[in-house]
């Protein structure tokens, strides 16, 4: 069967509902076909392995087809592993990587992740979520790491360039050269693209509005079913949304106020450039992302299926006064309890 083009395929999975999240760069060298170099280092091990062994049968005097075949069973292991593709489109990936190495580590790894408020210290052995990100504290809209340094994240907009003509692509293509050449005062620039989960909360809340104080029953059916049919669009694990950011980071000095009024300078930089780079239609809109809107991003990057379950209440959780967190259920068996001993108990 004839493969789709790219642009078939995007429009096959906009129909299903769905997106195709981009692949990462292939950075392997490749010796000869689907061999690359790093197959040849892992392998080698296994050769050398191979060729002792058929030396000391050797000198056994039993070196056969049967023996030879022995000998260098290790060795066409590995090779099959590191030359079996991924199934599905991933053809970096090897066998060994995905069907073995990445499952044993899947199984050992820590899956419980907590925040806690406040600082952390970061020689404990606590499993904050914010350790597996290297994040100590998120202070004044700013991401404080583990290695000492204030990181500010800026949510930008996007355009698209399959619609536009050469000469457009063009222009935007030098507008973006000339707006890095402008970044010399950033030492180092990260510009990322993080899937998340859809969010709409907004446009449940705008819904609400405009149906509020519907008389008409019909109108009121129609619209609680709606409401529950994008609900369950938000639910979907296929729906994401691709968003990107610029994020640039400074070391902090022994005077804090100081490294953060720098990095405050920056990133406001950073954001008047984006803002000027390009103009009319195709203009970028930009966002500094504060204390909640990173703490989002942060949960999501940690933990992407209750980030979709959550949505909103990840912040009111972070931010809950109560040094715990309790279930409904939990919580529903202790005010039953208080309540009961209120109302018996004689004062």
């Known amino acids: 069967m004839q493969k789709d083009s ?9 129909g299903e509902g769905k997106v195709e999240l981009p692949l990462n760069v292939d950075t392997k060298k490749y010796l000869i076909g689907n061999i690359a170099f790093i197959d040849v280092f892992i392998a080698s091990p296994f050769i050398l392995l191979s060729v002792a062994l058929m030396l000391v049968v050797h000198s056994y005097g039993h070196l056969n087809t049967q023996t030879i075949i022995l000998c260098t069973a290790p060795t066409l292991l590995i090779m099959a592993f590191q030359l079996i593709k ?20 899947y199984k050992k790894r820590n899956k419980e992740f907590f925040y806690k408020k406040g600082e952390i210290d970061m020689s ?3 499993q904050d979520t914010r ?11 700013c991401l404080e790491t583990e290695d000492n340094r204030f990181v500010k994240v800026l949510e930008v907009s996007s355009i698209n360039l399959s619609l536009m003509n050469y000469a457009e692509r063009n222009r935007i293509f030098e507008s973006f050269r000339t707006f890095l050449s402008e970044m010399q005062f950033l030492k180092k620039i990260q510009i990322s693209q993080i899937s998340q989960p859809v969010n709409l909360s907004r446009y449940l809340l705008y819904i609400d509005r405009k ?7 019909a109108k009121r059916m129609i619209t609680s079913s709606y409401k529950k049919h994008v609900e369950k669009i938000q639910k979907s694990k296929n729906m994401v949304a691709r968003k990107r950011y610029v994020i640039i980071d400074q070391p902090i000095s022994s005077d804090r106020e100081k490294s953060l009024q720098e990095i405050e ?4 930089l950073v954001e008047t450039n984006i ?6 239609y195709s203009k ?8 909640d809107e990173l703490l989002k991003l942060m949960y999501t990057c940690i933990d992407y299926d209750n980030a979709q379950a959550l949505g909103e209440f990840i912040v009111s959780r972070a931010n809950n006064k109560v040094s715990i967190s309790l279930g409904e259920k939990t919580a529903k068996e202790i005010i039953a309890t208080f309540e009961k001993q209120i109302n018996e108990n004689i004062n």
């Open 6 to 14: 790219f642009l078939d395929r995007k429009d096959r999975l906009k």
């Open 86 to 105: 991924h199934p599905i489109r991933r053809k970096n990936l090897s066998f060994l990587q995905y069907g073995i190495l990445w499952k044993i580590k």
């Open 124 to 126: 404990q052995s606590d």
């Open 131 to 141: 350790k597996e990100l290297g994040i100590k504290n998120i202070y004044s809209g």
């Open 211 to 217: 149906t509020e104080g519907e008389k008409d029953l």
């Open 265 to 268: 300078r920056k990133a406001a």
């Open 275 to 280: 803002n000027n780079m390009l103009r009319g």
């Open 284 to 291: 970028l809109n930009v966002k500094i992302l504060q204390n």
